[in-house]
Nanobody, 121 residues
Framework: QVQLVESGGALVQPGGSLRLSCAASGTIFSINAMGWYRQAPGKQRDLVARISSGGSTSYADSVKGRFTISRDNAQNTVYLQMNSLKPEDTAVYYC???????????????WGQGTQVTVSS
């Protein structure tokens, strides 16, 4: 019913910047929280940043001051601006969204397929 598509991943040098985008489409009544997660090889998938429907944000300690999450509710899109990138930021980045597809009490969490971010000299 709902699809999330990430874009913007690339190979960048340390200290560089990237902006990731994730657009939701399909049967959407409303979107509550949206977030970004990342997973490096051999590691668990960890929360990077999240943003509520009202714009409140939270970040992992490892990215505070460097990453900024934002959203455009009119476009059903969430962004992750990544500055001062470090090699340890290398991972597949996934977006997710808590979505209501109709009026009522039900919400579902949807995930994108991921986009690769590689930070290397």
């Amino acid at each position: 019913q709902v699809q999330l598509v990430e874009s913007g991943g690339a190979l960048v040098q340390p200290g560089g910047s990237l902006r990731l985008s994730c657009a939701a489409s399909g049967t959407i009544f409303s979107i509550n929280a949206m977030g970004w997660y990342r997973q490096a090889p051999g590691k668990q998938r960890d929360l990077v940043a999240r943003i509520s429907s009202g714009g409140s944000t939270s970040y992992a300690d490892s990215v505070k001051g460097r990453f900024t999450i934002s959203r455009d509710n009119a476009q059903n899109t969430v962004y992750l601006q990544m500055n001062s990138l470090k090699p340890e930021d290398t991972a597949v980045y996934y977006c997710n969204a808590r979505v209501a597809t109709a009026r009522g009490p039900y919400e579902y969490i949807y995930w994108g397929q991921g986009t690769q971010v590689t930070v290397s000299s």
